[in-house]
């Protein structure tokens, strides 16, 4: 492939990540872009961010705004695009209205577009026709024999060159096919002078220099068009990388807003690591082969390939986005893990010595959050109340627990403030418990005592955290 003038030398794979402002980064569109941008990444090529905006209808406020810091919290670095500039800049459609006339200008020229010269009701009234005679509605079929002068008023129209079948290849859905009945005279320019998005991205691919266009398979049924415009053009279109959807966990449909699809920026809220969202996602379709699932993004842009990418939809799991998670979390410092769980704790109990336990117990941070709201922390801070009763282990009686209880006493007591660690304290209680019919008669009530739960960290651990004093005074208050 040629050398691109775009700036950056051998450019020989440019990709553009191309979002509407419509107020949602869908986990499904910020995985294209991932795949776009891993695609840059491993050619050491250019990955471009445009906005089409040319509906106005569907934009939503704030929109681009939002695109920019989810990437930027992804790492997804582009090299040109808004807030960056580049050799094509602006690279938002809205203000790039002259240089589509201009391609319009083109068509129009070579006798490939035409104004249209019906009103919106006459074209409507095509449709019912159509579908009264259970007929697909073309609207080629009702060409003007001439055309007039185009003035911008009404709606510019391609004049498809030729009808006939087209056949491509796509570099993940493979040989692809169409008959003419997918070709058709669509609008170029509507009549409020935007461009629609089926031309508007053609120009800006051609302009851009775009190499492979990677996006969603719902593009697929609109290739011919597209196909034929690059033909009136005269220019060679780019190569296509067509996703899969990302699928709903139960069932055969697309993953929705309904399904639970988040923003992405959502996930960041709840403490989810962009390194795991950028993993996980890779993962929904591609794979390169081989057991190991955990990738940083530096790895994953040296064995990113688009052609394994996997032709079918995979499916949505939070679980096992959780589980990369966890695993993306063991990858992080020391100092970063005890900051972030830190901060997740609320004021009163940010206390290091918990890290570990809470460590073990999370996959995301805001798991922090719902261990702290349903209590599971509050026995770190203030002694447990709870019925005597429950000190006993099964058909144990209330005696016998006492014993032991003052037999671990005494055996603590033996230790040190400075010896209290989790080794020496399970030393010490193990050997009155292996001394017992069952060790459950000193662990459970040692563990209730200083938790007052079923289940919790094992007694050992928490005794070390709670510190020899309060580790003794919960004890005795057990048995008094
Ligand atoms: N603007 C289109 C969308 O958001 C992008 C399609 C493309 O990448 O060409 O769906």
Do not use: C
């Not at 406020?61 to 810091?69: L, R, T, V």
Request: hydrophobic share 35%; proline share 6%; no cysteine.
């Amino acid at each position: 492939m040629s050398e691109k003038d775009t700036g950056k030398k051998n450019a020989s794979v440019v990709t553009r990540f191309a979002p509407s402002p419509t107020g949602f980064m869908h986990v499904g569109g910020v995985r294209t872009a991932l795949f776009a941008w891993l695609w840059a990444r491993k050619n050491n090529g250019i990955f471009i961010l445009r906005i089409e905006d040319t509906d106005k209808e569907r934009e939503v406020e704030g929109s681009i705004e939002h695109i920019i810091e989810s990437l930027k919290w992804l790492g997804l670095d582009f090299d040109y695009g808004p807030e960056k500039d580049g050799p094509n800049a602006p690279y938002i459609q809205s203000e790039r209205l002259e240089i589509y006339k201009k391609y319009a200008q083109t068509l129009i020229e070579k006798g490939f577009a035409y104004a249209d010269p019906y009103t919106g009701d006459e074209v409507e009234k095509f449709r019912k026709a159509a579908e009264e005679n259970k007929k697909p509605f073309l609207y080629r079929e009702h060409r003007p024999k001439t055309f007039e002068v185009w003035d911008g008023a009404k709606p510019l129209r391609f004049k498809t060159p030729e009808i006939k079948s087209y056949k491509w290849n796509d570099l993940v859905q493979g040989d692809l096919s169409a008959g003419p009945e997918a070709l058709d005279d669509f609008i170029l320019i509507k009549s409020d002078g935007f461009p629609t998005y089926n031309f508007a991205h053609i120009v800006d691919d051609i302009e851009m220099q775009v190499t492979h266009v990677v996006r969603g398979q719902e593009f697929i049924s609109s290739t011919p068009k597209y196909l034929s415009v690059y033909e009136a053009l005269g220019v060679t279109p780019p190569l296509y990388a067509s996703m899969p959807h990302i699928m709903a966990t139960g069932g055969n449909k697309k993953l929705s807003k309904r399904d639970g699809a988040k923003d992405i920026l959502d996930y960041k809220k709840e403490g989810y690591l962009a390194e795991t969202m950028i993993n996980y996602l890779a993962f929904l379709g591609f794979n390169p082969g081989g057991e190991r699932e955990i990738f940083t993004p530096e790895e994953l842009i040296k064995v990113f390939e688009l052609n394994r990418i996997q032709r079918s939809g995979a499916k949505w799991n939070d679980e096992k986005l959780d589980w990369f998670n966890k695993e993306h979390i063991k990858l992080l410092p020391k100092e970063e893990i005890e900051k972030n769980i830190l901060e997740w704790l609320p004021p009163e109990m940010k206390n290091p010595k918990i890290i570990p336990v809470i460590l073990e117990r999370i996959s995301k941070w805001s798991d922090i959050t719902n261990m702290v709201g349903a209590g599971e922390l509050d026995f770190f801070f203030k002694a447990p109340e709870y019925a005597k009763e429950k000190l006993i282990y099964k058909n144990s009686s209330l005696e016998k627990i006492t014993g032991n209880l003052k037999s671990a006493i005494k055996a603590l007591e033996s230790l040190s403030e400075n010896n209290f660690t989790v080794e020496n304290i399970k030393t010490e209680l193990m050997k009155i418990a292996d001394s017992l019919d069952n060790r459950g008669e000193l662990l459970h009530p040692v563990r209730f005592a200083l938790s007052g739960l079923d289940k919790s960290p094992d007694p050992f651990v928490i005794a070390s955290i709670l510190g020899k004093n309060e580790t003794l005074s919960r004890l005795q208050k057990a048995i008094t």
